[in-house]
């Protein structure tokens, strides 16, 4: 739902990240009590009174027009994805009090081929909650240490986000834990100003704030984040250290839901590692056939 609180502390905190000089101002010297910049620079800046810049950091976007909106972003020097974030909080402002759609839990079968099909490289795809609900055998298998942790055995769905803050197994599996841990909170955030009415997300931030330390201190920033590409840093149990491009796709079809390929160089050690693990892995149930 429509929080104030949200506004107010995205506007402060990204306020509070310029200088007068990194913001183009003349500044004088001087004592400044306050971080960053003041509220009448930020005004200044984006060709707006004083009064009406404090209402809107005050958390009353309400009406606000795309304008306004754009010379915000550009005064506070937003990137794409906070330029969006803003928007995105803006439109919760605006249609406070409707309901929002519920992200997918379910992935078609058309979707299920043609994950099972990419057999050559590890996909799965998610929702914006980070819950995992399908991925083809290699996927599967490269993620072995999230879909076998302790965390799921009763309580599903997998969800690598709670894998990532609420099992200590993540430090050893992300080799760049505190970039996983980063990158994941600005993910949720992101996606917790596009769906602000989604109670289960909600339900599960209050909870990783409640049982983690880490979370919770990132969550304070306020960062967020597209998730599109990029190169992540894994430490898998059977073939070891492994530095993987991926790319993020939204499924058109099924709006809320994404795809995630792991794209390694050809020839590369990476590739002979994920060769060799889908070799292992379409060993495995034979093996545990056998031994039954």
Not at 48 to 54: E, F, G, M, Q, R
Not at 174 to 195: H, L, N, P
Request: aromatic content about 8%; proline content about 5%.
């Amino acid at each position: 739902m429509y929080n104030r609180s949200e506004v107010r502390d995205f506007l402060t905190s990204r306020r509070e990240r310029l200088t007068p000089d990194g913001a183009g101002l003349t500044f004088y010297g001087g004592n400044r009590r306050v971080k960053g910049l003041r509220r009448e620079e930020v005004a200044l800046l984006a060709g707006l009174s004083v009064d009406y810049y404090v209402r809107l950091e005050r958390g009353n976007l309400s009406g606000a027009s795309d304008s306004v909106l754009d010379a915000l972003a550009q005064a506070l020097q937003l990137d794409d994805a906070e330029r969006a974030h803003l928007y995105d909080l803006a439109r919760a402002a605006s249609s406070a009090g409707r309901r929002g759609s519920t992200p997918p839990s379910r992935v078609r079968a058309a979707t299920l081929r043609v994950i099972d099909a990419m057999a050559t490289v590890p996909v799965y795809v998610r929702n914006g909650r980070f819950d995992i609900l399908a991925a083809n055998q290699l996927g599967r298998a490269l993620y072995a240490p999230v879909f076998e942790s302790p965390l799921f055995a009763e309580r599903g769905p997998v969800n690598s986000a709670r894998f990532c803050f609420l099992d200590p197994a993540a430090e050893d599996f992300w080799v760049d834990w505190d970039k996983a841990a980063d990158d994941s909170v600005a993910f949720i955030r992101s996606e917790a100003g596009r769906a602000p009415n989604d109670r289960v997300l909600t339900q599960m931030i209050g909870e990783l704030s409640t049982r983690s330390q880490a979370f919770a201190t990132r969550w304070a920033r306020h960062d967020v984040k597209f998730h599109r590409a990029g190169v992540k840093r894994l430490r898998h149990p059977i073939v070891g250290e492994l530095t993987l491009p991926y790319e993020a796709m939204d499924l058109s079809a099924d709006t809320g839901l994404r795809l995630n390929v792991y794209t390694p160089e050809p020839d590369s050690p990476e590739a002979e590692a994920l060769a060799l693990l889908a070799s292992w892995t379409s060993w495995e149930p034979r093996l545990r056939t056998t031994r039954g």
